[in-house]
């Protein structure tokens, strides 16, 4: 079903380039609630682009362009005849557009108020009070058009998500069990999990292919979200970019590509912290997912998450599955 009520499905044909030096491919495009998905002509998808991310290099001639915010290299291209499809993208962005609060008053506002505040304060004290003033007014939609673009320069090194028509909806409900936006499913380039902003939760194939119980997958997805409580994911990558690329994000709501790749890069090597187990505890609990699966996963012994196990907020209780056997065998194979 498509967000336009007139529509059941609407596809169009189109070409499809994933980067500057590849070639082009004949595609079929269809058009979701927030989504373009980029099929081949069996009906396997190859991207999946957010229609708040989307931009067009050439507007008003055709065919036209598009490709991903931040990421040029990548495009799609639809002819002039595709009226429908290319009327459907139009409408559906200028009803995210909007839906977002006025980028130029906030940012007008904005900066005078943090221009006074900042003639006040101490040189050291700046960097921090503006990198929580720009986390605090960014609004999701933009955070979730960071968080694609970001999903997309992490895959330049990890390779395509996987991705099958078969487990799109398994995702889709176990994000929605979990209270993420979307789940990722990576073969590399993520050691375990990542949150990227805007509700994206990275994972590494070994968290599904590895293990029987999909408590393990859920549980690191959990963890991710308390670490995402203590430390917002956009404030990470605003820190990574420096004083520069927050001051540029709240006066112009945008990051540069050397940023983002800057902290792709940054993100995938460094090790994670280990959240609060308190905050940990609270998110298996909210989730009604059992600690003890993913704890053993971490450590076999038990000794070094002891917490996790003794503290686990479903022990004793009846439990509903994370995911059903069916379902679970599915994303099992979804790397192929």
Known sequence: MTALREYQRLEAAALWRAAPDAQRRDVIVSVGDATLTIADMNDRPLAHWSLAALERQNPGSFPALFHPYGDQGETLEIAEDETAMLDAINRLQSALTRARARPGRLRAVTLLSTLAVAAGLAVFWLPNALLSHTVDVVPDIKRKALGQALLGRIERVSGQACSTLETAPILDRLAERLDV?????????????????????????????????????????????????????????????????????????????????????????????????????????????????????????????????????????????????RDWVQLQSICG
């Not at 983002?260 to 460094?270: M, P």
């Not at 053993?296 to 070094?304: K, L, R, S, V």
């Open 181 to 325: 936006r979307q789940l990722v499913i990576l073969r590399s380039g993520v050691a375990s999990s990542l949150y990227l902003p805007g509700g994206i939760v990275l994972l590494n194939r070994d968290l599904v292919e590895d293990h029987e119980d999909p408590a393990v997958a859920a549980g690191a997805v959990l963890v991710e979200r308390a670490r995402a409580v203590e430390q917002d994911p956009l404030a990470e990558l605003l820190a990574a970019g420096g004083i520069r690329a927050t001051f540029r994000m709240l006066t112009t709501g945008e990051l540069t590509r050397a940023t983002l790749d800057r902290y792709a890069e940054t993100v995938i090597s460094a090790p994670r912290p280990t959240p609060d187990e308190a905050t940990t505890l609270a998110e298996f609990a909210r989730a009604a997912v059992p600690s003890s699966p993913y704890a053993y996963a971490q450590d076999i012994t038990g000794e070094t998450v002891l917490g996790l196990i003794e503290a686990d907020p479903m022990a004793g209780r009846e439990l509903q599955p994370v995911l059903n056997d």
